[in-house]
């Protein structure tokens, strides 16, 4: 269960070379809730992180963690953020342990019983072994479970997670949900990025669908395949018989239909697919419920001219 909300951010707006990257975003994110940010490339997904971590400064919009605005209230607000950013940043000169420290020294008012706030890190990120190893010597893996553990070694209260499982095999993705359910658990607001539906699907409590810099719509996965997908799936392959009026019925209804490999996928709703399946009792064809990739094919479909 998701509590107080801590992270209110409204009306963000960013432009990079005079157009808008970032446009009237807003969202929240409650104590012990995972809000996820999807999109295609380009829809804006890490430039609205770094505005609500502080990195980049909006135009417009606010961003709130608690009662503090991060812009005008900076260093209690970003006492109470943690980030994991896609690309490692770690210390070099320092062992795995002493990159956990060193985080910790970055705040004030500072942490206290910094060193077994470390030890109770690494045993909870399966880091203890590695404690004084550098951290160029761990898998990839362990390398993101530094850089989250990092990100929430002083007690955070919102956690910002870009792509925190990009370029991990399945395993190490598996371990890494593992810890980010860890986080809800211990009452952090979480907000991540991903490219991985199933990620998504498996992490967010709720979902947030930009596209061009513009909120699309939000909602459980659920909500969103309904409202901007539809109800169900049908996939026809292009090369079976009794295809005579197929294609064109599908673009009479509305030419949402994607092509992929020798298969049409057509969103549909119930009384479309009575119809349809009155129009060809003949044809094979499987239905199926849509998932978040129909729903970012559906996306591609809409910005196509």
Same mark, same amino acid.
């Given at each position: 269960?998701?509590g107080d ?18 446009n ?13 940010l999807?999109?295609?490339n ?12 502080g990195?980049? *400064? ?5 961003v709130r963690?608690?009662?503090?605005d991060?812009?005008?209230d900076?260093?209690p607000?970003?006492?109470a953020l943690?980030?994991?950013?896609q ?9 795995v342990r002493?990159?956990?420290?060193q ?11 910094r060193?077994?706030?470390?030890d109770?890190?690494?045993? $909870? ?6 404690a ?9 893996g362990y390398?993101r ?5 990092r990100?929430?070694v ?9 792509e925190?499982?990009t370029?991990?095999d ?17 009452? $952090?607001?979480?907000?991540l990025t991903t ?9 967010s409590?709720?979902?947030i ?5 513009k ?6 996965? *659920?909500s969103?395949?309904?409202?901007v ?11 079976g ?15 949402k239909?994607?092509?992929i ?6 969103? $549909?709703g119930?009384?479309?697919?009575a119809e349809?399946?009155?129009?060809f009792?003949?044809?094979?064809? *499987? ?7 129909d729903?970012f094919l ?5 910005e196509?001219?």
């Open positions: 269960m998701s909300v801590i992270l209110q951010v409204d009306g963000l707006v960013k432009r990079l070379g005079g157009k808008p990257v970032v009237e975003v807003g969202f929240s994110c409650a104590a012990g809730e995972v809000v996820g999807l999109g295609p380009g829809a804006g997904k890490t430039t609205t992180l770094r505005m609500c971590y990195f980049l *400064e909006p135009d417009a919009g606010t963690i608690g009662n503090c991060i812009r005008k900076n260093e607000a970003s006492r943690g980030v994991c950013t690309d490692e940043t770690f210390d070099g000169d320092f062992t002493g990159n956990l420290l985080g910790c020294r970055y705040y004030r008012p500072m942490i206290e019983n060193n077994e706030r470390v109770e890190v690494l045993e $909870m990120f399966g880091l203890t072994e590695y004084d190893a550098k951290p160029e010597t761990l898998s990839g390398r479970r530094l850089m989250i553990a990100a929430v002083h007690r955070p209260q919102v956690v910002f997670l870009d925190p499982t370029g991990l399945p395993e190490a993705r598996i371990l890494v949900w593992e810890l980010v359910d860890n986080l809800r658990a211990q009452g $952090m607001a979480v907000v490219h991985y539906m199933d990620e998504a699907e498996r992490l409590d709720r979902l669908l930009l596209k061009g810099g909120i699309r719509a939000t909602g459980t996965t *659920e969103l395949l309904g409202d997908v539809g109800e169900h799936m049908v996939v026809v392959s292009r090369t018989p009794n295809l005579d009026g197929v294609e064109i019925w599908f673009e009479e209804k509305g030419g239909h994607s092509v490999l020798t298969d049409w996928h057509v969103p $549909m119930s009384a479309d697919l349809f399946a009155g129009m009792p003949h044809l094979r064809y *499987e239905v199926r419920p849509p998932t978040l990739d729903l559906t996306l591609a479909k809409e196509a001219p």
